[in-house]
C-alpha cells in the first residue's frame, strides 16, 4: 500500500527566505504526486501536482515542487515566502485509480516570521 | 459558482445523537468525497460517490452512512455519534473519480467541525 511521509511536524521560515518542504513516499509504481495547502478554517486547495513528464512541476502562488524517483521524493519549494504563505501543507498520492485512492501524509506547519 | 458548500460549519452533538452533514457542488462533477481530518493525521477517506447512484466505502466507513441524493449533493449520516467521531469534516468533488488523475483537480469544501460529547 502506499504512504507519505512529512518528516517536519512545523516549520518557521523567515519572511522573504527560501522555503523547503519535505515528502517522501513509498509506492511501487510510477506515483500521482500532489501538494495541498490548508489555510486556517478553510478546505484544502491544490498547489500542484506530478503524474508524468518534467519532474519539475510548477504550481500556483509560486511553488513548486520537483520528482525525484531515485529518492522516493516530492518536495515543495519557493524561492521567497510571503506572510500569506503560513498555513498547512499536504503531500498526497495516489494510483492511477482515481483520487479515491488517495493518501495524505500528517502534513507540515508553516509559520513564517516578520 | 460556489464550489462546494458544506452545511452546517460547527456543530455539537451528544453521544449516541445522530446527525447529517450536507454537502452540494455547483460545477457538475461527477464524483464526491467525504474525509475526516484529525489533529497530527492526514485526510482520510470515510466514502465516496464515483457517480450519481453508487456509493463506496474508503478507509474510515465504520459508523457513517451516505447519501447521493442528485448528482449536486452528497450528504454523509452518523446514526449514533461517539466521541471518536469528533473531528473536521471534509466534502469534495471531482469530474471523474476513475482515472484522469492527471487531468484532474479535487475541489474542497470548507469543512464542518463536529464535537461529539
Known amino acids: 500500500a502506499q504512504s507519505v511521509t512529512q518528516p517536519d511536524i512545523h516549520i518557521t521560515v523567515s519572511e522573504g527566505a527560501s522555503l523547503e518542504l519535505r515528502c517522501n513516499y513509498s509506492?511501487?509504481?510510477?506515483?500521482?504526486l500532489f501538494w495541498y495547502v490548508q489555510s486556517p478554517g478553510q478546505g484544502l486547495q491544490l498547489l500542484l501536482k506530478?503524474?508524468?513528464?518534467?519532474?519539475l512541476v510548477q504550481g500556483i502562488k509560486g511553488f513548486e515542487a520537483e520528482f525525484k524517483r531515485s529518492q522516493s521524493s516530492f518536495n515543495l519549494r519557493k524561492p521567497s515566502v510571503h506572510w500569506s504563505d503560513a498555513a498547512e501543507y499536504f503531500c498526497?498520492?495516489?494510483?492511477?485509480?482515481?483520487?479515491?485512492?488517495?493518501?495524505f501524509g500528517t502534513g507540515t506547519r508553516l509559520l513564517v516570521s516578520p | 459558482n460556489a464550489g462546494v458548500t458544506q452545511t452546517p460549519k460547527f456543530q455539537v452533538l451528544k453521544t449516541g445523537q445522530s446527525m447529517t452533514l450536507q454537502c452540494a457542488q455547483d460545477?457538475?462533477?461527477?464524483?464526491m468525497y467525504w474525509y475526516r481530518q484529525d489533529p497530527g493525521m492526514g485526510l482520510r477517506l470515510i466514502y465516496y460517490?464515483?457517480?450519481?447512484?453508487?456509493?463506496d466505502k474508503g478507509e474510515v466507513p465504520n459508523g457513517y452512512n451516505v447519501s447521493r441524493l442528485n448528482k449536486r449533493e452528497f450528504s454523509l449520516r452518523l446514526e449514533s455519534a461517539a466521541p471518536s467521531q469528533t473531528s473536521v469534516y471534509f466534502c469534495?468533488?471531482?469530474?471523474f473519480g476513475i482515472g484522469g488523475l492527471g487531468k484532474e483537480t479535487q475541489y474542497f469544501g470548507p469543512g464542518t467541525r463536529l464535537l461529539v460529547l
Open positions: 469534495a468533488s471531482t469530474t
Open positions: 509506492y511501487g509504481a510510477t506515483p500521482y
Open positions: 506530478y503524474f508524468s513528464g518534467d519532474t
Open positions: 498526497a498520492v495516489a494510483k492511477n485509480t482515481g483520487f479515491q485512492k488517495l493518501v
Open positions: 460545477m457538475n462533477h461527477n464524483s
Open positions: 460517490s464515483a457517480s450519481e447512484g453508487t456509493t
